[in-house]
């Protein structure tokens, strides 16, 4: 039977008073399908990418080799005449940001003396480096300071520029820093060359764009990268440019070097692997997301941390993805990658959601992790069996056993990076100041091979006299 409905007809329109019904009832789909679409997208975005497992990766079981021996201290009786050095960003080329304790048997333990502090009221974002008996820091309002070790005494300071985020380097008698913005009136940075005795400036390029690229010392020449995405390498001597290398996006980290291999991520997400000499590309890595975190390089691999909510480990070789795991938050922290006793070989790293994680740095399954709250922004120090960091969040300073992931000692202040260390002291990093601590058996050391140092070097002037 007809009912009261219209039938429609083959090929006839739908009537006129069902239409617009219908037509609503299709945008509603279409509506609903990319709600649940987008909904998904922003699930994935906000837990991060997929994360890969590759085990054919290449992986070099070894340890990395053990730092050079430090040069024969001038005065052998005084403990801090030691040759100490960590004088660029992340303590070596390969940015590991790793420090063994400085002899066997020697460790790093609380109680702490807190010998001085080297304060100030203007915002230290990246830690300072040490060349045998100063520190250099570089303030964020570019004044570069060299500090007395033993005494927190400034014995030099000088205004660099107007506005900088980078660690100095330092070798052979220089101190060499990138600005972000050299003066009020105009918005490039610079690259300064200046002498370690006395701030004198030697030499300074004027750049085009901003770099907060910790500088690179790699035998004659200075590497850094700058925000129009280029990667410089400049004559340590004079600053001239031997070579220029284009990258996809701004180039923010830090340099990392292993054997005649540079490498580096961007903001476009590739992680760059340049030859040193030539500046030629040598393979280049997408990764997605952004690249902020200074790459560390240790056994054939390349970690690094993505703003994509990842940490991704990259063979040295090939630039094959080896592993990525997902990390809660983005990930802006510099990774220290060191040899832990009864683990193996570990790559630490921080996270934006307050996450601090050891992972395998062969497969990247996790060791331990430790959800602390508030963000962890800056690098990782690892040093001897201890992990050092700093959270911004929460204003605070950590050092954890490598091994467990236990708290072994909180200090009352802490921002970006939680500092170095010489093997037997530490120089840690709060928001505005340094701080020098020293176990408190090392501490009576030093205060006994200073007094014999006085007592002999007095008695050679007498002989002297004689």
């Known amino acids: 039977m007809a009912g009261p409905y219209p039938v429609r007809m083959a090929g006839s329109p739908l009537n006129d008073a069902r239409r617009p019904w219908g037509c609503f009832g ?52 005084d403990t801090y005449d030691d040759g100490a050095d960590w004088p660029v960003y992340g303590g070596n ?7 063994p304790f400085a002899t066997r048997g020697t460790t790093i333990r609380p109680p702490f003396t807190e010998k001085w502090g080297s304060t100030g009221k203007v915002l230290l974002e990246f830690p300072p480096v040490l060349c045998g008996r100063r520190l250099y820091v570089l303030r964020n309002d570019a004044l570069l300071r060299a500090i007395d070790r033993r005494t927190g005494r400034t ?58 690229s910790s500088p690179l010392i790699d035998g004659n020449r200075l590497v850094f990268g700058t925000e129009k995405g280029e990667v410089l390498a400049l004559n340590r001597a004079n600053g001239r440019v031997l070579w220029r290398y284009r990258a996809n996006g701004a180039v923010k980290a830090a340099v990392a070097m292993e054997g005649n291999t540079l490498y580096v991520g961007d903001y476009s997400g590739r992680l760059h692997a340049i030859w040193a000499r030539s500046g030629k590309r040598r393979w280049v890595s997408d990764l997605d997301g952004s690249l902020y975190s200074t790459p560390a390089v240790a056994y054939g691999r390349v970690y690094v941390g993505n703003i994509n909510r990842s940490v991704v480990a990259v063979g040295a070789e090939t630039g094959r993805i080896a592993w990525r795991r997902r990390a809660k938050g983005f990930v802006y922290s510099a990774p220290a990658v060191a040899p832990v006793r009864g683990k193996g070989p570990t ?11 050891a992972l395998d740095a062969r497969s990247g399954r996790t060791r331990w992790s430790r959800d602390l709250g508030g963000r962890i922004s800056g690098g990782i120090t690892v040093v001897g069996d201890l992990v050092m960091y700093a959270n911004l969040g929460r204003k605070s300073l950590g050092i954890r ?50 007094r014999e140092a006085r007592k002999a070097r007095k008695a050679i002037r007498e002989a002297q006299k004689g």
């Not at 709600?35 to 890969?52: C, D, H, T, W, Y």
């Open 155 to 212: 014995v030099w300071q000088k205004r660099i520029g107007r506005l900088a985020a980078s660690s100095p380097a330092c070798a052979s008698g220089r101190v060499y820093a990138t600005v972000l913005r050299r003066n009020k009136y105009n918005a490039g940075g610079q690259v300064i060359a200046l002498r370690a005795s006395t701030g004198k400036r030697i030499w300074r390029v004027v750049l085009g764009s901003r770099t907060e």
């Open 347 to 357: 790559v630490f790293i921080g996270t934006y959601g307050g996450q601090l994680l």
């Open 401 to 450: 056993g490598a091994s467990t992931g236990n708290l072994v000692y909180s200090h009352r202040s802490g921002a970006f990076d939680p500092g170095i260390s010489d093997g037997r002291r530490l120089y840690v990093n709060t928001y505005t100041s340094v701080y020098h601590l020293v176990p408190k058996a090392q501490a009576a050391k030093d205060r006994r091979s200073l």
């Open 26 to 77: 299709c945008v509603g789909v279409i509506v609903l399908a990319l709600v649940i679409v987008g909904g998904i997208a922003g699930f994935n975005k906000l837990r991060g990418p997929s994360e890969v497992s590759d085990p054919t990766v290449e992986f070099i079981a070894e340890d990395p080799p053990a730092p050079e021996a430090p040069p024969a201290p001038e005065d052998a009786l």
């Open 93 to 99: 080329p390969q940015r590991t940001r790793y420090q």
